[in-house]
């Protein structure tokens, strides 16, 4: 993997003063408890994992981080931000329908349902909607930039993040409890954060 931090491995910290039975807890279910579908349909399912795939590609690893997993039992749980776009309908009909639009626009734009398109064509899928060139009749009153963008995006990339491998591609030391951080001004770090490659 090409990654600034190309031998760094936050979870080496597992017995250090950094991680608390807390910490060490949370993680282990990050890494082993991966949710059964219990929202989605099955095709919703293969559905957003087809979508994921396309906005957070992780072709260098053997084993993707898991994110519809997580979206999936976030959505069972009813757990969100704790607020809603006043145009947006409740965030399990949103992400429903928004589905069923991302497949609808597929169709309309290439003539074939998402999971059926190549990279190229489910690229382009996903850049109208990014650049607003939906239609409006196909999204049952979800605003489809707004979904995609505020919603889908955010929410994939906030679940990536999450996980211990995307922490230690990008150098994070992991919770600041219970250690905290020391160094703090630009450019310094404490001796037990990732080191960049020279």
């Known amino acids: 993997m090409n990654t600034p931090y190309p031998n760094y491995d936050v979870l080496a910290k597992w017995n250090s003063p950094s991680f608390d039975d807390q910490t060490r807890s949370v993680l282990s279910q990050r890494l ?15 559905l957003l994992e087809a ?13 993707p981080i898991p994110i519809t997993p997580w979206i999936d039992d ?16 409740p965030m399990p009909a949103a992400w429903c329908r928004g589905l ?3 497949d609808a626009e597929a169709m309309r734009l290439r003539g074939a349902g998402f999971r059926e398109l190549d990279n190229e064509g489910a690229d382009a899928v996903l850049a109208a909607l990014a650049n607003d060139e939906a239609d409006p009749a196909l999204w049952q009153g979800v ?9 889908l995006v955010k929410t994939i990339a906030g679940v ?8 230690s591609e990008i150098g994070f ?17 404490d001796p037990w954060e990732g080191r960049e490659r020279a």
């Open 74 to 89: 976030m959505l069972h749980r009813r757990r969100g931000e704790g607020f809603r776009h006043d145009n947006m309908p």
């Open 100 to 102: 069923a639009a991302i």
């Open 32 to 46: 082993t408890a991966i949710p059964e579908r219990r929202f989605f349909t099955a095709a919703e399912w293969a």
């Open 143 to 151: 605003p489809a930039q707004r979904f995609f963008i505020d919603i």
């Open 51 to 63: 979508v994921v795939a396309r906005v957070l590609p992780q072709p260098e690893r053997a084993e």
């Open 173 to 189: 030391g992991g919770p600041a409890s219970p250690r905290g951080y020391v160094r703090l001004g630009f450019d310094e770090r």
């Open 160 to 167: 990536y993040y999450s996980h211990p491998a995307a922490w």
